[in-house]
T-cell receptor, first 112, second 115 residues
Framework: SQKIEQNSEALNIQEGKTATLTCNYT??????LQWYRQDPGRGPVFLLL?????KEKRKERLKVTFDTTLKQSLFHITASQPADSATYLC???????????FGKGTRLSVIA | DTEVTQTPKHLVMGMTNKKSLKCEQH?????MYWYKQKAKKPPELMFV???????INESVPSRFSPECPNSSLLNLHLHALQPEDSALYLC??????????????FGDGTRLSIL
């Protein structure tokens, strides 16, 4: 069956460092992958979308990579700030009539 | 503030009650979604509407009944719910037809508690 794993349930880093979150998948051939941020008591907020034929996408301090050979996406936040503390969800979508499937998320805490 | 508005923000109901959750968006999106999210879990898709027609039902029990009165509104009618149905119910919308690779815009959800 399809499986999406985000490397850890929680990740703590020091302010100013680069946070790297991992999304691995098995038994799946995604056409695209999305990353969302979710704060407690709020709905997810879309951050970045990357397609299977793209290696890397950037937006301000955010960078996403997508390696279909390794079946992995890496999500980086450079110069992290306490305001970046949140749960980050990866979501995979296949081509055709299939909806997004979300990973369990990684709770990031940036410590000042 | 999100561009997808959900009401009410909180709802407490008994197992015999009938209530409705409402969702509204004015971004011109033609795909709308209902998700259920339990604590520390990812959102789980329940229903997808594409151009006001139900396109995906993820084997959701019939005590949940979705309705899409027009392109901006999405309702979820609730009846005879069980305590395990207590969760955060999220509405989302996107461009395209609900099966395309478009970002989804989420509301902040309705926190539902079943007594």
């Amino acid at each position: 069956s399809q499986k999406i794993e985000q490397n850890s349930e929680a990740l703590n880093i020091q302010e100013g460092k680069t946070a790297t979150l991992t999304c691995n998948y098995t038994n799946y051939s995604p056409a695209y992958l999305q990353w969302y941020r979710q704060d407690p008591g709020r709905g997810p907020v879309f951050l970045l979308l990357i397609r299977e034929n793209e290696k890397e996408k950037r937006k301000e301090r955010l960078k996403v990579t997508f390696d279909t050979t390794l079946k992995q996406s890496l999500f980086h936040i450079t110069a992290s700030q306490p305001a970046d503390s949140a749960t980050y969800l990866c979501a995979l979508g296949a081509s055709g009539n299939t909806p997004l499937v979300f990973g369990k998320g990684t709770r990031l805490s940036v410590i000042a | 503030d999100t561009e997808v508005t959900q009401t009410p923000k909180h709802l407490v109901m008994g197992m015999t009650n009938k209530k409705s959750l409402k969702c509204e968006q004015h971004m011109g999106h033609r795909a709308m979604y209902w998700y259920k999210q339990k604590a520390k879990k990812p959102p789980e898709l329940m229903f997808v509407y594409s151009y006001e027609k139900l396109s995906i039902n993820e084997s959701v029990p019939s005590r949940f009944s979705p309705e899409c009165p027009n392109s901006s509104l999405l309702n979820l009618h609730l009846h005879a719910l069980q305590p395990e149905d207590s969760a955060l119910y999220l509405c989302a919308s996107s461009q395209g037809d609900g099966i395309s690779n478009q970002p989804q815009h989420f509301g902040d959800g309705t926190r539902l508690s079943i007594l």
